[in-house]
């Protein structure tokens, strides 16, 4: 199977993330609006699993963005200094080092490289909440279709 770039994974994420959040929200409200007045514990439990996993989610999509956003600084500050670093063991490194440098950010590999990064954050950070909604949309999915067979 060819790898997806990360932008065409981010858009199917996110494409997924859109389709099943509101069928969660959908679902839960249900369950709650059947509970009514008097929720029995497992709807106690839902509730307060729901929050839970919001935090959780929260937190995870925080430290992924944070691990990536090092990761780019990384990546950025090798960039930088690659070039001066060769210069003291290549001579001719010099002048391709000043020819790179004036090209600065316009450059195409360089836009790419950053657009790639950025994509890499986004889908850290989108994956914690694509992971929990889908999960859930399948489990609360499941357990509706239980719930109408036993009626």
């Known amino acids: 199977m060819p ?13 997924e993330l859109s389709l099943a959040a509101p069928q969660v929200i959908a679902l839960r409200f249900a369950r709650a609006l059947a509970a009514g007045a008097t929720p029995s514990a497992s709807d106690w439990r839902e509730y307060s699993r729901m929050w839970i996993e919001k935090v959780e989610a929260s937190n995870e999509s925080a430290i992924a963005g944070a691990l990536q956003m090092a990761e780019m600084n990384r990546q950025w500050m ?3 200094m690659r070039p001066w670093w ?9 002048m391709r080092t000043w020819t790179n440098a004036s090209r600065g950010l316009g450059s195409a590999s360089t836009r790419k490289r950053i657009e790639h990064s950025l994509s890499q954050l986004a889908l850290a950070s989108v994956t914690p909440y694509h992971r929990r909604a889908t999960r859930n949309q ?9 719930t109408r067979r036993l009626t």
């Open 86 to 94: 060769g210069m003291w063991l290549d001579p001719a490194a010099l």
């Open 3 to 15: 790898r997806r770039s990360s932008r065409s994974a981010l858009s199917v994420k996110m494409a």
């Open 138 to 146: 399948r489990r609360l999915s499941r357990r509706a279709l239980r």
């Open 78 to 80: 090798m960039s930088l």
